[in-house]
């Protein structure tokens, strides 16, 4: 008989489940491989937003001076790239949750993306590579600062758009009582 005991732990040294890293990833906003965490995922989507805007004014004024099919390219052009950003640090920002790029179609689902903003990324190295690196100073402002003011935008806008629809109501009343004022005197000559 055997006098080793199969139901005996293992001997030998397990180390810990969580392997220690060796150091960090370095972001790479126009690469679908690597991490990308919470914060430096806002700052990057800021960014990409302002330039979008200033694409579109861009568009604006191309458009108001005559060239239409210029504004037109470049439009599409802001909005694919802006696009096809998004997606790429999506899926960047699936890796660092450890989960497979193809998660990013649960996007489209309404409310669901708001998981890559509020879930914590995987401690330590993944199957993805290391984590990314601690937030700069520029990546914190932008993260945090951006959503800020969206928000301060959107109370303003809130509060503006009711005065000017009631602006212009009184306007077209104003303008409606002088063409009727105006009407009968040119009736009476």
Same mark, same amino acid.
């Given at each position: 008989m055997s006098a080793v005991n199969p139901?005996? *732990?293992p001997l030998a040294e397990v180390a810990d489940v969580a392997p220690a890293t060796t150091g960090y990833s370095t972001p790479k906003a126009w690469s679908a491989s690597g991490r990308l965490g919470r914060l430096r995922y806002l700052? #990057?989507? !800021? $960014?990409a937003t302002l330039v979008l805007y200033a694409a579109l004014g861009v568009m604006g004024l191309l458009i108001a001076t005559g060239s239409m099919v210029a504004g037109v390219v470049l439009a599409v052009v802001a909005y694919v790239a802006y696009i096809v950003l998004t997606v790429l640090l999506l899926i960047q920002r699936s890796h660092d949750m450890d989960w497979s790029g193809w !998660? $990013? &179609?649960l996007a489209f689902i309404p409310l669901a993306a708001l998981i890559w903003l509020f879930k914590a990324g995987s401690p330590g190295a993944n199957r993805f590579g290391n984590p990314p690196p601690p937030n *700069? +100073? !520029?990546v914190k402002v932008l993260g945090l600062g951006f959503p800020v003011i969206g928000i301060v935008v959107?109370? &303003?806008a809130a509060i503006a758009m009711p005065a000017y629809q009631d #602006? +212009?109501?009184?306007a077209k009343a104003a303008q409606q009582q002088m063409q009727q004022q105006a009407a009968p005197a040119g009736q009476q000559q």
């Open positions: 139901f005996n *732990p700052a #990057y989507i !800021s $960014v !998660s $990013v &179609l *700069p +100073t !520029s959107g109370i &303003l #602006y +212009t109501e009184r």
